[in-house]
């Protein structure tokens, strides 16, 4: 395995296998006996192979092969959890999931199972299992939501005494005197932080939500839930009640540049904070496959994010 400082960080990818092989020619990794590679670079994925687009399987195909062969490396995303969980049967139950067969659930995860069957399925996931949630490697972390490192602590701990992705590691992340279902949430969805009783907000979907997502890489002080708030819900304008932030651990701007997915970005892409940077901008809902070219520059910055988007993906 070539030791590198050049790695190319690519966002969620939900089963769009035209434009990770359009993103990957243009960031000039070729194909070779079948796997695309690049003399002097790595990619890491930052998760999200599965769900929505109609290619997963072939995404699955070319992360794998591309992480076996050492000339990648990926984290787990919140889908491939989900995913996991979904297809982990209760001990001693039937027809009890540690993931709900609700309609939510089964509408979110409808591309996957109806492409991934059988040995597809039973494969995708013995892989899945095997992905860090967090990892820090030549200079640089990457995780898919948030980097948490109690959280991600707690985390390794539990797959370390339960098992990875076991029934007994789902036991305890559903355990309310157990922090790791909530270090789950934090490092592979957000942190998020309660609003002041009687406040709510509309989320997408339409339902009332009482927790807001926060921008864990800047400062809370002296800010509202609006302000302190990372997305584009319109959120109550409300002093931030800062013991509510106690259990997120904020970003410091002197740790190394980190690499997250999962927020559904969209417009050019650009840094978080100097030295932060998210690669989910949206291919899933007509957006881009981004993919942050990282040459072991400690400041992050708007020209090295490289992209192709849903119409040039075929070019």
């Not at 979904?86 to 309609?103: C, I, M, N, V, Y």
């Not at 009332?208 to 864990?216: F, S």
Request: hydrophobic share 40%; glycine share 8%.
């Amino acid at each position: 395995m070539h030791h590198t400082k050049s790695f190319d960080i690519i966002g969620d990818i939900h089963g769009h296998a035209a434009e990770l092989q359009a993103l990957l020619h243009s960031l000039g990794y070729e194909q070779q006996g079948g796997r695309y590679r690049h003399a002097d670079r790595k990619v890491i994925f930052v998760g999200d192979f599965v769900d929505r687009g109609t290619e997963i399987a072939q995404v699955i195909r070319i992360a794998k092969q591309m992480v076996d062969a050492g000339d990648a490396l990926a984290v787990m995303g919140n889908h491939e959890y989900n995913l996991i969980a979904f297809h982990t049967l209760r001990p001693g139950k039937q027809e009890a999931w540690f993931r709900e067969h609700s309609d939510k659930n089964l509408h979110q995860n409808e591309a996957s199972r109806v492409q991934l069957k059988d040995q597809a399925l039973a494969d995708a996931l013995a892989w899945f299992k095997t992905l860090p949630v967090a990892i820090e490697v030549g200079g640089i972390r990457v995780a898919h939501a948030s980097w948490q490192s109690q959280d991600i602590a707690c985390i390794e701990a539990a797959l370390e005494s339960a098992g990875r992705f076991t029934p007994a590691f789902f036991m305890l992340a559903e355990d309310p005197n157990s922090r790791l279902g909530e270090a789950v949430e934090r490092v592979l969805k957000g942190p998020e932080v309660r609003l002041p009783e009687g406040h709510w907000f509309t989320g997408k979907t339409g339902q009332r939500r009482h927790a807001v997502r926060v921008k864990w890489y800047e400062e809370g002080a002296g800010r509202t839930y609006r302000e302190h708030h990372f997305g584009s819900d319109d959120v109550p304008d409300v002093a931030l009640d800062l013991r509510e932030l106690a259990s997120v651990e904020k970003y410091p701007p002197d740790a190394p540049p980190l690499f997250v997915g999962h927020y559904w970005l969209t417009g050019i892409p650009s840094p978080l904070a100097t030295n932060v940077a998210c690669t989910d901008y949206s291919v899933a809902k007509n957006g881009k496959l981004v993919a942050y070219r990282w040459d072991g520059e400690s400041t992050l910055c708007g020209e090295k994010f490289h992209w192709v988007g849903k119409a040039n993906a075929g070019s």
